[in-house]
């Protein structure tokens, strides 16, 4: 019997036992009119046995009146038996009533409409909870209805039962799917270079090919095997991962030495995607100089490597940027920050899973097993890390790899102002400063100079709008006092439209109620006058750092 047929016949065959249990009470309380002439022990027997049916029965007089309950319907409604005594009616019973039961109990006092009838009830503050409901008529030998009756039964676990049931099919229909476009996907990475290699291959073997034919020849045989190779790597990789067979060798690992590793291999990455439009970039500019970690060097290289694989597979133009921060003097994150497409939020967590992409459908536009991200999951967590990302449609990403309590040796600049203050290469950034006042701008001028950052400067508000618009810039540094559109309302209007640039304001003096009117503006850091200039280069160091573009 398969998953559809159970999911079809378990409720059928609840609803046939529920159904036998309450004609079975219907025959055991056909009696009930006849409570009043009863002996008190026959009294007291047939209570005792409503007390312990586990269905909450309530019975109505002809009026529609409560006259009995069970200790079932007691408990469930947490009623007071007591007030039986005081002759309540059904439509004032608060937990039935503006409920579809009320209706019905309506219906079968004024009409003797039977009813079997599922419900729930807010009132119970559990959203799940679900009631089954039978409502009867009690007649007399004359066939005069004397009494009507009202049974309950707590559906909820067989509820709850049945979605699990009917989730767990539809979980498995979607993985049996994304096993079938997986499969799919695969067999089209791997045919591609292995057909290229076949046919270029033959070709080789003419004799009358040009040398330099033939040396484009052998490229294509040799770029197509590398990328043949990745692919099978990649299947052996999940499959040590799930079945617990990849090994972990840790060792000490100087982390800027790695990086710039990295980064080297990481060029060929343009020429290979086709981006002369994509910039790769190594942030260096950080305050150590060295920084040793424990931790396994091939599998550190091949997290990095899938960060930026993706990054040039889904950036067309812009930068990638690869860097790494310092959490807790013991702790480092890597990061790779792209300006590409980027990832809507809903598929934020689907692409670390086995066999997921974005777009899993035939006609989709760039290649890949969709097996990377989900092997630098599972190497994250075999060294102690974790990777988080940030990203949103159209602005790019960042993923980051964090390895807490890594860190072996960490040695930091010494820093001395006089002579040899911290070196910031921003060489590729843009920042936009929008100060009216001409001695202040030379001064930030000055303080950014040897930084080689690109420097954009607006007089006014409207204007600083306008250059932001054309240029994007990567910072926005602007006075809080700016003319036409002030600071504030110029914070508002741009985190409108990009809520991920940083955006540093510069202040005369800040009191409460600015600090206050700054944040809800929506800047990431308040700067006051006179501007200290280590204080004004390690802030945007690390609004730069740890924001994408």
């Known amino acids: 019997m398969d998953n559809k047929q159970r999911t079809e016949q378990a409720p059928e065959a609840e609803s046939m036992l529920l159904k036998k249990r309450i004609l079975k009470?219907?025959?055991?309380?056909?009696?009930?009119?006849?409570?009043?002439s009863l002996p008190a022990t026959s009294n007291n027997l047939y209570n005792d046995i409503l007390d312990n049916i586990p269905l909450a029965i309530l019975s109505l007089d002809t009026n529609g009146y409560m006259q009995l309950a069970n200790m079932s319907f007691i408990k469930l409604f947490d009623f007071d038996k007591l007030k039986l005594n005081a002759k309540i009616h059904i439509n004032k019973f608060n937990p039935f009533q503006g409920t579809a039961l009320n209706k019905k109990i309506n219906k079968l006092l004024d009409n003797q409409l039977q009813f079997d009838h599922e419900f729930k009830l807010e009132?119970?503050?559990?959203?799940?909870?679900?009631?089954?409901?039978?409502?009867?008529?009690?007649l007399s030998s004359d066939d005069e209805v004397v009494s009507y009756m009202i049974i309950i039964g707590d559906i909820t676990k067989r509820k709850i039962a049945e979605n699990n049931l009917i989730k767990a099919k539809e979980k498995a229909e979607e993985s049996n799917m994304l096993k079938t476009a997986f499969l799919s996907n695969l067999s089209h990475e791997i045919r591609t270079p292995l057909n290229h290699i076949l046919g270029f291959l033959e070709l080789l073997l003419v004799d009358d090919n040009s040398f330099e034919e033939r040396k484009e020849y052998s490229t294509i045989v040799r770029d197509s095997s590398d990328v043949l190779l990745k692919r099978i790597d990649d299947i052996i990789d999940i499959s040590k991962i799930e079945t617990g067979q990849m090994d972990i060798r840790k060792e000490k690992v100087n982390v800027i030495e790695l990086l710039v590793d990295v980064y080297e291999d990481c060029k060929n990455f343009e020429l290979k995607y086709n981006r002369e439009d994509v910039d790769l970039l190594l942030n260096?500019?950080?305050?150590?100089?060295?920084?040793?970690?424990l931790t396994d060097p091939v599998k550190l290289r091949q997290i990095i490597f899938n960060f930026v694989d993706n990054a040039f597979i889904f950036t067309t133009k812009g930068k990638i940027e690869i860097g790494f921060t310092i959490k807790d003097k013991n702790g480092v994150c890597f990061y790779v920050k792209d300006t590409g497409i980027g990832i809507d939020i809903k598929h934020h967590e689907s692409i670390f899973e086995h066999f997921r992409q974005v777009d899993n459908s035939?006609?989709?536009?760039?290649?890949?097993?969709?097996?990377?991200?989900?092997?630098?999951?599972?190497?994250?967590?075999?060294?102690?890390?974790?990777?988080?990302?940030?990203?949103?449609?159209?602005?790019?990403?960042?993923?980051?790899l964090s390895l807490p309590e890594s860190i072996i040796s960490l040695e930091t600049k010494s820093i001395n102002y006089t002579s040899s203050d911290p070196v910031y290469d921003w060489q590729n950034s843009i920042i936009l400063i929008g100060e009216y006042e001409e001695v202040d701008y030379n001064l930030l001028k000055v303080i950014l100079a040897k930084t080689k950052a690109k420097l954009l400067r607006a007089k006014t508000g409207d204007e600083a709008?306008?250059?932001?618009?054309?240029?994007?810039?990567?910072l926005i540094l602007i006075n809080f006092d700016l003319p036409v559109v002030n600071g504030e309302e110029f914070a508002k209007i741009i985190k409108s439209k990009n809520s991920m640039i940083p955006i540093i304001a510069q202040i005369d003096f800040a009191n409460e109620d600015d600090i206050v009117r700054a944040k809800a503006a929506g800047f990431d850091k308040l700067v006051t006058k006179p501007i200290q200039k280590s204080s004004l280069l390690n802030i945007i160091n690390d609004l730069i750092i740890n924001s994408w573009f």
């Open 284 to 293: 260096k500019q950080h305050d150590y100089t060295d920084v040793v970690i």
């Open 123 to 138: 009132d119970f503050g559990n959203k799940e909870s679900r009631f089954r409901s039978r409502g009867i008529t009690i």
């Open 362 to 400: 035939s006609t989709r536009k760039v290649g890949g097993s969709g097996l990377g991200l989900a092997i630098s999951r599972g190497l994250a967590q075999l060294l102690n890390g974790n990777i988080s990302m940030q990203s949103k449609p159209g602005i790019g990403s960042v993923f980051n």
């Open 25 to 36: 009470l219907e025959s055991e309380l056909a009696a009930v009119k006849l409570i009043n």
């Open 465 to 474: 709008i306008r250059l932001y618009t054309e240029n994007k810039p990567d």
